[in-house]
């Protein structure tokens, strides 16, 4: 069935290092992907999204990228940051469903 | 500007009684979702309404859940009678509308934990 995963449950990085966040996507008639973070006690909040169209989208110290030859999607973080300790989720959306498929989520640590 | 509201955020319960969840929306959002989170999981999608009409229930179990928002704002999630398998965090969210769905806003949860 459709799905979305992430490739580890945990990631550990050293603060100041930056963090690349990866996730495998099964459903090619994706409108969307997305990543969201989500810090313990509160709901997922938007990170940034990329339109299937693009390939590399940047927003405020966040860089995602898709790779659709190979269904690859990334976050990357720049110089990570205490609060960005969170668990980081990739989804999918087609714009008819208006469904979003979450993946399984990638605890971020940041080391000190 | 408020975000979505939930409450309770805590919720312990013993099996076989009913439990409701409450969700206030971002103001002037029309469409409201209910989620399902267990450990470690994402969120997965249980029912969506555009204004009070539901439009999307297929994964609402729908012998125990129950789900309304009679005046197209709030909406609250039932659950009668709990088993021990819907401990989970129960998530709600808005959005402006269904068109640019994937910009969901995300309440803080209500966890459910049930003995």
New interface residues.
């Given amino acids: 069935g459709e799905s979305v995963g992430l490739h580890l449950p945990t990631l550990s990085v050293q603060e100041g290092d930056n963090s690349i966040i990866n996730c495998a996507y099964s459903n090619s008639a994706s409108d969307y992907f997305i990543w969201y973070k989500q810090e313990s006690g509160k709901g997922p909040q938007f990170i940034i999204d990329i339109r299937s169209n693009m390939d590399k989208r940047q927003g405020q110290r966040v860089t995602v990228l898709l790779n659709k030859t190979v269904k690859h999607l990334s976050l990357q973080i720049a110089a990570t940051q205490p609060g960005d300790s969170a668990v980081y989720f990739c989804a999918e959306t087609k714009i008819r469903d208006d469904k979003i498929i979450f993946g399984k989520g990638t605890r971020l640590h940041i080391l000190p | 500007e408020a975000g979505?509201v939930q409450s309770p955020r805590y919720k312990i319960i013993e099996k076989k009684q009913p439990v409701a969840f409450w969700c206030n929306p971002i103001s002037g959002h029309n469409?409201l979702y209910w989620y399902r989170q267990n450990l470690?999981?994402?969120?997965?999608?249980l029912i969506?309404y555009e204004n009070e009409e539901a439009v999307?229930d297929s994964q609402l179990p729908k012998d125990r859940f129950s789900a309304e928002r009679l005046k197209g704002v709030d909406s609250t999630l039932k659950i009668q009678p709990a088993e021990l398998g819907d401990s989970a965090v129960y998530?709600c969210?808005s959005s402006l509308d269904?068109?640019r769905?994937?910009?969901?806003?995300?309440?803080?949860?209500t966890r459910l934990t049930v003995l």
Avoid: C
């Fill in positions: 979505v469409t470690g999981q994402g969120p997965e999608l969506r999307d998530l969210a269904g068109r769905g994937h910009l969901q806003f995300f309440g803080p949860g």
